[in-house]
Nanobody, 113 residues
Framework: QVRFVEAGGGLVQAGGSLRLSCAPS????????IGWYRQAPGKQRDLVAR???????YYVDSVKGRFTISRDNAKNTVFLQMNSLKPEDTGVYYCREWPIGLWGQGTQVTVSS
């Protein structure tokens, strides 16, 4: 297993969008099922979305219709497109292999009201 590198976070107003990216620290490492997780301030880290090697996706109810997880196999990268962001989406976003993998450093997403 390897750690993944997350990028793309930032500060955005409610209703805005961000696109996060997730790539393995070793470029040739194969992407299996990858999950995006969110850790809100003072809360546990929870799965937000995941995508299999075949492209099947899963979302928690709170992000359905707003977030889209995708993968670019040529770039060996997984993306999380986040639209219609809400203040409750604020947190550090992590990606890793699902169900078990190594945690990276995450990327901070802050949504202001």
């Amino acid at each position: 297993q390897v750690r993944f590198v997350e990028a793309g976070g930032g500060l955005v107003q409610a209703g805005g969008s961000l696109r996060l990216s997730c790539a393995p620290s070793k470029s040739a490492y194969p992407l299996n099922t990858i999950g995006w997780y969110r850790q809100a301030p003072g809360k546990q880290r929870d799965l937000v979305a995941r995508i299999t090697s075949g492209g099947a996706t899963y979302y928690v109810d709170s992000v359905k219709g707003r977030f889209t997880i995708s993968r670019d196999n040529a770039k060996n990268t997984v993306f999380l497109q986040m639209n219609s962001l809400k203040p409750e989406d604020t947190g550090v976003y992590y990606c890793r292999e699902w169900p078990i993998g190594l945690w990276g450093q995450g990327t901070q997403v802050t949504v202001s009201s």
